[in-house]
């Protein structure tokens, strides 16, 4: 079992950046491949960006490629999301969220195959 804990989010106006940060509980991080993904009223939860357990491989959603980067630490057992020139239709509530079936160097898309998640943070961007 594995907790995650998002932080990071807040309000920014269009074309601002702001870093989101999910730390997870235990020793085991880096058995873990990692997601964002994101939810706005009235939709589905939405993929964001994935990154494999070695951090040698990455994916992201069209909507978000060049703006948003993943990456991680191992060491400080922690995976961020820098979120760059940030638009409106960005304003949703963040999750980070955790798959341990992932092979070393593989990422996923897809929510089911996902484990764990954490309670999420919200990002506002103002127009």
């Known amino acids: 079992q594995v907790q995650l804990v998002e932080s990071g989010g807040g309000l920014v106006q269009a074309g601002g950046s702001l870093r989101l940060s999910c730390v997870a509980s235990g020793r085991t991080f880096s058995s873990y491949a990692m997601g964002w993904f994101r939810q706005a009223p009235g939709k589905e939860r939405e993929f964001v960006a994935a990154?494999?357990?070695?951090?040698?491989?990455?994916m992201y959603a069209d909507s978000v490629k060049g703006r948003f980067t993943i990456s991680r630490d191992n060491a400080k057992n922690t995976v961020y999301l820098q979120m760059n020139s940030l638009k409106p239709a960005d304003t949703a509530v963040y999750y980070c969220?955790?798959?341990?079936?992932?092979?070393?160097?593989?990422?996923?898309?897809?929510?089911?195959?996902?484990?764990?998640w954490g309670q999420g943070t919200q990002v506002t961007v103002s127009s």
């Open positions: 969220a955790a798959d341990r079936k992932s092979s070393l160097s593989g990422v996923s898309n897809l929510r089911s195959e996902y484990d764990y």
């Open positions: 990154i494999s357990r070695s951090a040698g491989s990455t």
